[in-house]
């Protein structure tokens, strides 16, 4: 019995030194652009803003939550509209509206943030370089 316990704590041990390997976690991976690679100049800081801006969420993301939630109900005289599209049970057990908005949301977060740390790094080639970059900063951190 004595062995046995000896044999698997030394086996869990080798087991633990040897299957974490940092190797394992920086795969190469073809085809892959990196920030350093990606963000250069303004005009990229632009394209990146355009669309995480865009990804962000629309008004119709907040009416589907109202009316899923009743905050809004159908009017005393609604002549109808809206019965049929709107106001049905659309949200079940298998919908990706709920993890949908939170992704694109918190995707659109990302890429803001990836804008203020790039904004800081990147050398504009003149005065109008340097405001575009401030100016576009500025957007990031007030969307």
Known sequence: MKNIFKLSILSLGLLATTSCNRDLLDTYAPGVI????????????QLLLNSSISIMGSRAESESVSIFTDEVGIGFENGGQGINDDYV???NSGSDFPTSMWVQTYAGISRLNRIIE?????????????????????????T
């Open 34 to 45: 990196f920030e350093e690679d990606a963000l250069l100049s303004s005009a990229d800081l």
């Open 118 to 142: 790039a904004a800081d790094k990147i050398v504009p080639k003149d005065s109008n370089d340097a405001n575009l970059i401030a100016n576009i900063k500025a957007q990031a951190l007030t």
């Open 89 to 91: 049970f659309f949200l």
